[in-house]
């Protein structure tokens, strides 16, 4: 399912509320890239691309993008004070020693368990795995981002992946425009139902088994 910007806008809001300040952070391809939009100037927060960025901005505004300053998926990025250029293998190299607290990454799948497939489009060429997964490896924390379902409204949450993994045992936490679910040893705990949804819907539309938690948020 394509999702509405204001969804989208939704769903990068609600996944800020896991930064920290001084934290670093990968922002990935797709709805992870409104995360910066919704970060305090002052928090300090170092946003990472791996095509060679520590410190990416807020969405430019309109007319003010520069065509040599984007991210990793090609879009016009803003910079702010003290941020840094390198070539890819610093970038990797950032990753591999573990120097990252959070990465968000888009989603086609993820499992019970946590398992991840994000690479493979069915019905497109692709030309690579990309850098997903170092970042699932190597960040302390990874939050998948995506639709709850897919554009023919089947569950992207599911018991088991039928699309070829990123890797396995890696995502922390979910976020869709429906719900916000941790992935535990137990198994996948819903926590939050978004607006304007309920939670009868969110489990209906979820392909694998959902521990409803003791604090479970509500919409209003």
Known sequence: MRLEMDQRYMIA????????????VNLGIGIPEL????????????????????????????????AHVTNAGGAPVSI?????????????????????????LGGLQVNRKGDLANWVVPGKRVYGIGGGTELVRNAKKVIVMMSHVNAEGEPKIVGECTLPLTARRCADLIITERAVIEVTPGGLVLTEVMYPFSLEEVVAKTGATLLISENLQLPD
């Open 13 to 24: 809001r609600r996944a800020a509320k896991e930064i920290e300040p001084g934290m670093t």
């Open 35 to 66: 995360v910066a939009d919704f970060i305090p100037h002052e928090w300090n927060v170092m946003f990472h691309s791996v095509n060679g960025i520590l410190g990416l901005g807020p969405t430019p505004v309109t007319g003010e993008e520069d």
């Open 80 to 104: 702010v004070p003290g941020a840094s250029f390198f070539d890819t293998t610093v970038a990797y190299g950032i990753i591999r020693r573990g120097k990252l607290d959070v990465a968000f």
